[in-house]
């Protein structure tokens, strides 16, 4: 079972910027895929973003532009850079890996005034 923790969130305003950080107990060369999904309140979890093995990446037709996925294979993370937030953009940020299939505790992003 592999360890996933995120860090990063917190509270900003909107237009604001922040950075999520997932770090994996082991070596992440060996995902298929590695994702941020989020979850905000009364909806259902989306899929934010996703980076694959050879590095091709998708995204969220409304984080487009705005999001960046990215790793770092030396220290088995991958990261989230979020630019110019929207309170849209609130939820609890959860990174995903696969294989194994294996999930992070979460992390809160709060986008207000």
């Known amino acids: 079972q592999v360890q996933l923790v995120e860090s990063g969130g917190g509270l900003v305003q909107p237009g604001e910027s922040l950075r999520l950080s997932c770090t994996a107990s082991?070596?992440?060369?060996?995902?298929?895929?590695m994702s941020w999904y989020r979850k905000a309140p009364g909806k259902e979890r989306e899929s934010v973003a996703f980076?694959?093995?050879?590095?091709?990446?998708s995204y969220l037709e409304s984080v487009k532009d705005r999001f960046t996925i990215y790793r770092d294979g030396a220290k088995n993370t991958i990261y989230l850079q979020m630019d110019s937030l929207k309170p849209e953009d609130t939820a609890v940020y959860y990174c995903?890996?696969?294989?194994?299939?294996?999930w992070g505790q979460g992390t809160r992003v709060t986008v207000s005034s």
């Open positions: 082991q070596s992440i060369s060996g995902a298929t895929i």
């Open positions: 980076i694959t093995r050879n590095g091709a990446t």
């Open positions: 995903h890996m696969l294989p194994p299939d294996s």
